[in-house]
């Protein structure tokens, strides 16, 4: 199922997250405005976007053969002129073997991403929680 195209309605059924097929969403008018995630797109349900992370992981795992991510030059335009609305905060490895975009499969803008040594996360660390709160506030 192509990012930037899906249902961000849920349902449990026997513990699995059923998740309209991309053609279906489409059909119903729930991709993406602009082409990418931004403001201006829904908020994306918790079971969802972990749907989401977890299919792209494994896409990554495939190879980049299996990959949905196209990125268009065009789609910067709209992140700056429409802002972000990132599906998911993801705390991350600052080490540069892990780029976190390309092992989820996803844009610029699907995720907010914040990177420090150890993943780890503590009060005296006031900018990664700092930034955390923007995250799951303003944004």
């Given amino acids: 199922m192509p990012f930037g195209c899906f249902s961000a309605k849920a349902v449990k059924k026997d513990e699995e997250i059923a998740v309209v097929p991309a053609v279906e969403a489409k059909a119903a008018g ?3 405005k602009h082409g ?5 797109d829904s908020s994306v349900l918790p079971d969802v976007a972990l749907k ?9 795992v495939k190879g980049p053969e299996t990959s949905v991510t196209n990125f268009k030059p065009e789609y910067i335009t709209a992140l700056a002129t429409h802002g972000q609305r990132p599906m998911a905060a993801i705390l991350g ?12 499969d996803v ?3 699907d995720v907010f991403v914040l990177r ?3 993943n780890t996360l503590s009060h005296a660390e006031g900018s990664v929680v ?5 995250c799951v506030g303003p944004l």
């Fill in 116 to 118: 420090n040594a150890g």
């Fill in 30 to 32: 729930e991709c993406y």
């Fill in 130 to 134: 700092g930034s955390l709160e923007y």
């Fill in 93 to 104: 490895c600052a080490d540069s073997r892990a780029p976190i975009e390309i092992m989820f």
């Fill in 36 to 40: 990418v995630r931004t403001s201006h």
């Fill in 107 to 109: 844009q610029p803008g």
């Fill in 52 to 60: 989401k992370l977890r299919e792209g992981n494994e896409r990554f």
